[in-house]
C-alpha cells in the first residue's frame, strides 16, 4: 500500500485532518448543548464514546501512515501501536455512530410505539454487530503476527472479513433507512419530530452512500493498481467521519428549531411590549383630549378666578414622564 506520506497523496491526508477536525468539533457543540439544556441522554453518552475514538483515529492517520522511520525498532512498535489502535479506532466510531443515530431516532417517540422499541432493540444488534467484529479483528491479526516484521506495517486479513464487514454494514445501513421510513408512512408525526426524522433519513442515506463507495475500491479490481487499496484507506477515514458527523444531525436540527422557537418568542415579547406601551399612550392621549373637550367646553371653568397660589396648565405645558403622573415644564410637581 502506498503510504500517505507521499506528496501525491498528503493533499488528502490534510482534507482528512480537515474533516476529522470538523467532526470533532461538531460533536463537541452538540454534547455542550445537550448539557446546557440538560437534555443528555444515551445517544450523546454514545456520541461522547464515539469522538474519544476519532480523536484516537486522527492521531492513527498521521502515525501509522507515515511507516516506520529508517527501520528503527522503537518507531517500528509505535507503527504497530497506531496500526492496531486505527482498526479499532475505524471499527468503534464506525458503529457507534450508528448506535448513536439509532438510539436519536429512538428518542424522538414516546415509550407507547413501537417504533421506540425497534430502535432501541437495533441499537442493541448493532452493539452485538460492532463487538463480533472488533473480536473477528483482534483474532485474525493477532493470531499471526508475522506481518510485524513487515517494511509496510499491515495486517493480511482474510477476504471472508471484508465479505463479512460488507454484509454488516448493509445491514445496518438497510435498518437506518428503513426506521424513518416506516415512521414517516405509518406514524403520526408533529411538524418537529417530522422533521428530526427526516434529518435521520438524509444521516442513514449518506451512511449507506459513503459505505458503497468505501466497499467499491475495498472489492475492485486488481488492474486499478495499488492505489486503489490507498483510495479505499482514505474512504474508511471519510466514512467513519461522515457517520459520526452524521449521527449529529438530528441533535443540531433540534438546537437550530429551538433558537428559532426562542426567537420568535423573544419577537412576540418585543411586540407584545410594545403593543403595550401603545395601547398606554393612545389611553392617555384619549383621557387628556377628554379633559381639554370638557374643560373647553366649561365656561364657568374658564370664567372662575382660580385660586390663591393654584395655577392652570394648558395641554402644551404639559410631557408625559412614563407610566408616572403629568408634570408642567418647567414647574416642580408640588403646588
Known amino acids: 500500500m502506498p503510504l500517505l506520506d507521499t506528496p501525491a497523496f498528503r493533499p488528502w491526508r490534510i482534507a482528512l485532518t480537515i474533516l476529522h477536525i470538523v467532526v470533532i468539533c461538531t460533536t463537541t457543540l452538540r454534547i455542550l448543548c445537550r448539557h446546557i439544556s440538560r437534555q443528555l441522554w444515551y445517544d450523546d453518552y454514545i456520541a461522547i464514546f464515539s469522538v474519544v475514538w476519532d480523536c484516537l483515529f486522527l492521531a492513527s492517520l498521521h502515525l501509522w501512515t507515515r511507516g516506520v522511520p529508517n527501520g528503527e525498532m522503537f518507531g517500528k512498535h509505535i507503527t504497530i501501536i497506531f496500526y492496531w489502535l486505527g482498526w479499532i479506532a475505524y471499527i468503534s466510531v464506525l458503529w457507534s455512530a450508528r448506535i448513536s443515530l439509532s438510539l436519536a431516532l429512538a428518542r424522538v417517540f414516546s415509550p407507547s410505539q413501537s417504533i421506540k422499541r425497534f430502535a432501541v432493540w437495533v441499537s442493541w444488534g448493532f452493539l452485538f454487530i460492532s463487538a463480533m467484529m472488533l473480536l473477528q479483528f483482534v483474532v485474525a491479526c493477532g493470531h499471526n503476527t508475522s506481518w510485524y516484521q513487515s517494511t509496510q506495517v499491515q495486517c493480511k486479513v482474510p477476504k471472508y472479513f471484508g465479505l463479512i464487514s460488507f454484509s454488516a454494514d448493509l445491514i445496518a445501513d438497510v435498518l437506518l433507512i428503513a426506521i424513518p421510513l416506516r415512521s414517516l408512512w405509518k406514524a403520526k408525526l408533529s411538524p418537529h419530530q417530522r ?12 451512511m449507506s452512500i459513503t459505505g458503497a463507495v468505501y466497499f467499491v475500491f475495498v472489492f475492485g479490481p486488481s488492474s486499478w493498481g495499488p492505489p486503489r487499496k490507498t483510495i479505499a484507506l482514505l474512504y474508511g477515514h471519510s466514512m467513519a467521519s461522515i457517520s459520526l458527523l452524521m449521527c449529529n444531525s438530528m441533535a443540531l436540527v433540534t438546537f437550530h428549531c429551538r433558537l428559532r422557537k426562542d426567537k420568535d418568542a423573544a419577537s412576540c415579547i418585543g411586540n407584545s411590549a410594545l403593543r403595550s406601551r401603545s395601547g398606554i399612550s393612545s389611553l392617555t392621549s384619549v383621557v387628556l383630549t377628554e379633559v381639554s373637550i370638557s374643560e373647553r367646553n366649561s365656561t364657568s371653568l374658564y370664567n372662575r378666578e382660580p385660586p390663591h397660589g393654584v395655577r392652570y396648565y394648558s395641554e402644551q405645558n404639559l ?17
Open 319 to 335: 410631557t408625559l414622564a412614563g407610566p408616572g403622573p403629568c408634570k408642567p415644564v418647567g414647574e416642580s410637581a408640588s403646588i
Open 195 to 206: 422533521h428530526l426524522v427526516l434529518a435521520g433519513l438524509v444521516a442513514g442515506i449518506s
